[in-house]
């Protein structure tokens, strides 16, 4: 069958012509898909007439070789990431090796001829991302997953914080633990604080200030205002109220920590200009340059017009001039408001400085990882960096999931991709930016559906999920950038790979070094029998759920069906009825795993419809994974305290308070309760081989 010309502009520009559906067929893209992402890509994905690429990505021995296009001799210079420079007469058509030595990095290759210049980034990257010496080794490791925002404690405002943070990692240091891993902690919406999903940032660079301590502020201690407002009956009330809340209220929580960051603020103002803070706050501000600026001033303007407007959420519900950083309205604003920026730009000082003293503490402890971050799949359209860079991302398209059996109209998750195009004409920088953001201070960073390095299931604007189509992305180059910010930051990768992976990402992840996720429900064999700890493999983090998942006990107890039928997400007692068939065969494989691992005793009830979640079924289940091969293991909190509540129910958005949902105990009792340091003591026992 003789290709259209609309099937090659498609193909050209990385749209996938077909995709596999729900019964593992392919099926077609229709023409008015290919034609609607072809339209949204615009011009992007054109290369100008150029003799080479705009970046050139060489990884491990790869032949570091070039095929200069046009005709004629082109004189060439390169000058290397470390100021060291070449050059030399190359011919156009034949193909030119680059000069050696040159090391990993980021180097500069120029052609020209006669009056014009053209400019190539080399990318030189090692083959694999950084994996930590007793890991390496053979060693297993172990951590704590946290929702932060769930934590309680004596000291928070209602919500976790960096001060909690702290504590959590002495106190799992303490029971042996290597780790703390932790939900995105992007910056969202201070304006608009119920926007509460991590997963839906304003920006992927910048840090969430409601995790600020607020209380360990010198500025908040020492400022006379602060502490006026701080010893209020109105302010105490106003916090026993957050605290004592069974969700996180995050206007309330909000609202207090605002109102004394303010009074900080003016304290620090007061600093004089050879203040060794002011300075190193000097200092961010310069190394943020633009991204920090308009981060600080979308939070500031937002605030300002959300309080004159409360339907103005986020630019695209703002007047036509005001919906680019660059407008000239815009610029006028922040010519008028400098403060203002100032102050928002501190904030992020401040997060960032507390995060980073988290850091810190863990390497004191001794801890091999550390800490952990997320990385967001994308930002939300109404977000910050759309707002200043709309040429990175398609605002007419959203990324989601095509057509499956639990979703026969797809999913379509309201982030606007990046265009790949954008990201290659601009040597990958805003790749290179985002990793070095979110790998600084860690010791690993998960990347969310990493699966977006291979491709990304774009949806038209107004389209249903299912008119989308899989756009590819230039893996080998991202995943080599990935392994060189991943070595020069000594941050280790995982890769949230759950659910339908395409077979041809799996073995490049692999050789990259990344980790794979396994999740101890999904870990069945077709015969439906459980994998034993044995089979689970060493490059992966075993975990027994995650955000999107019921926990061990909302599992056992069916508690996620209970509550998907309260909140009608089931379309008819058939499908619940064959769900409720399903988890029972499930507890009843995982029963048989247990017992022939060896974690449950050979008396203990062998019929999983009979057996209650108890302390011990519970302890079993922890020991079976802290037996896995898996070089790291995930615990969640929830699941030492038999919590039954998940935080995030996919598929809800007002029918359930998804990312507010606390801990039932604070840091101080959960780390006091004797179930739990006898838990924690036999995985920290079983990791070791003991």
């Known amino acids: 069958m003789k290709e259209s010309a609309l099937d090659r502009a498609a193909v050209a520009a990385g749209i996938s012509l077909t995709y596999t559906n729900a019964k593992g067929e392919p099926e077609a893209i229709s023409d008015e898909t290919k034609t609607a992402l072809l339209a949204v890509m615009g011009d992007a994905r054109k290369e100008k007439g150029a003799p080479l690429p705009p970046v050139q990505v060489f990884s491990g021995g790869a032949a570091r070789q070039l095929n200069p296009e046009g005709r004629g001799l082109y004189q060439w210079r390169l000058r290397s990431e470390k100021g060291r420079e070449f050059s030399g007469e190359l011919q156009a058509g034949e193909p030119f090796t680059l000069p050696s030595p040159l090391g990993h990095g980021y180097h500069q290759l120029t052609l020209s001829k006669g009056k014009k210049q053209w400019q190539t980034r080399i990318i030189l990257t090692p083959r694999r991302c950084w994996l930590p010496e007793p890991l390496r080794n053979g060693e297993k490791r172990w951590g704590a997953l946290v929702q932060l925002y769930t934590v309680r404690s004596a000291d928070n405002w209602g919500i ?21 891993g932790l939900n995105p902690l992007h910056a969202l919406y201070p304006a608009t604080p119920d926007f509460a999903s991590p997963y839906s940032p304003s920006s992927r660079r910048w840090l969430n200030i409601i995790y600020i301590s607020v209380a360990q502020l010198e500025d908040f201690q020492q400022s006379a205002a602060a502490q006026k407002w701080w010893k209020s009956a109105k302010t105490q009330r106003a916090l026993a109220k957050a605290r004592d809340s069974e969700f996180v209220d995050y206007a309330a929580v909000m609202a207090l920590k605002l109102a004394a960051l303010r009074h900080a603020w003016a304290q620090f103002s007061l600093r004089t200009d050879d203040d060794a803070q002011r300075q190193a706050f000097a200092d961010f501000v310069r190394d943020g340059g633009d991204s920090l600026r308009y981060q600080a001033a979308y939070d500031g303007l937002q605030a300002e017009r959300r309080s004159e407007d409360a ?67 994308g930002v939300a359209e109404g977000s910050a960096e759309t707002w200043h860079d709309p040429e990175l991302y398609r605002l007419e398209a959203s990324v989601g999931a095509p057509p499956d059996r639990l979703g026969p109209l797809g999913q379509n998750w309201g982030l606007p991709p990046m265009d790949p195009h954008v990201m290659r004409a601009r040597g990958y920088q805003p790749f290179i930016d985002m990793l070095r953001a979110n790998m600084r201070d860690c010791g690993a960073l998960r990347i969310d559906h990493v699966m977006a390095l291979l491709r990304l299931w774009w949806v038209p604007k107004g389209e249903n999920a299912d008119k989308g189509a899989y756009v590819s992305y230039p893996v080998q180059d991202l995943l080599g950038i990935l392994a060189l910010e991943s070595q020069r930051h000594r941050c280790m990768v995982i890769g949230e790979d759950l659910g339908t992976v395409p077979p041809e990402i799996v073995g490049l992840l692999r050789a990259s070094g990344v980790f794979s996720w396994k999740v101890m429900w999904f870990e069945q064999q077709r015969d439906g029998s459980y994998r034993l700890p044995g089979d689970y493999p060493r490059q992966s983090i075993a975990s027994a759920s995650t955000h999107d998942l019921p926990t061990l006990s909302g599992f056992w107890s069916a508690g996620d069906f209970a509550l998907g039928e309260k909140l009608k997400l089931y379309p008819g007692k058939e499908v619940l009825q064959s769900l409720h068939e399903q988890r029972a065969k499930q507890k009843q494989a995982l029963l048989d795993a247990l017992h022939k691992a060896g974690v449950m005793p050979a008396r203990s009830a062998r019929q999983a419809d009979k057996l209650q979640m108890t302390p011990a079924l519970n302890l079993a289940m922890h020991k079976f994974l802290a037996a896995t091969g898996s070089a790291l293991l995930g615990l969640q909190p929830e699941d030492w305290t038999g919590m039954t509540t998940p935080v995030n129910v996919p598929g809800t958005v007002d029918q359930y308070p998804n990312w507010r949902r606390k801990l039932t105990q604070p840091l101080e009792a959960i780390f006091t309760d004797k179930g739990v340091t006898k838990l924690l003591k036999a995985v920290s026992q079983t990791r070791k081989g003991k």
């Open 160 to 180: 976790g914080d960096f001060g909690d943070l702290q504590q959590l990692l002495e106190q799992v240091a303490r029971q042996g633990g290597d780790f703390v």
């Open 311 to 377: 339907q103005a959420w986020g630019w695209p519900a703002w007047p036509e001039s005001w919906r680019n950083s660059q407008s000239p309205e815009v610029q006028r604003w922040c010519e008028a408001h400098e403060d203002e920026i100032a102050f928002w730009q501190w904030l992020q000082w401040l997060a960032q400085t507390q995060f980073a003293q988290c850091w810190a503490r863990s390497q004191a402890l001794k801890m091999t990882v550390g800490l952990y971050r997320d990385l967001a799949v």
